[in-house]
């Protein structure tokens, strides 16, 4: 169900991108896996490399699940702000087109958690 402010924010938004110190907040999120129950925050450079995602970062993030190890990432589907994407790992977050505040989730086919229960 759609929220719908009935009055205007009043306040100070705190997470401009302006508050991050030249870093862009990007939300990743694994599909079909809610041991991870919702999409995580991270704050990258622009300039970060997105294979750096798959090999440095996301094994600290999601590596302690089972299903992370058997991962063919030539296989994975990844999704930008709900709509299907296709990242260049050799290329930069700001080459990918990515941005502040954007949400990415990825879809790994054949794994979907414990035992196939989607946790």
Known sequence: MAVVAIKPYIGNVRDKVENFHG???LYIGWEDH?????PYAFAFPPSLIFGTLLTDILP???GVHPDW????WSQAQWFKSGQAW???ASKSLAENGLKHKDVLRFRTP???G??????
């Open 23 to 25: 870093n862009a907040l």
């Open 34 to 38: 809610l041991f991870f129950c919702s």
């Open 60 to 62: 600290d993030t999601y």
């Open 69 to 72: 190890s058997k991962i063919d």
């Open 86 to 88: 296709v990242p260049d």
């Open 110 to 112: 054949g794994l979907t």
């Open 114 to 119: 414990i035992k196939g229960s989607f946790s």
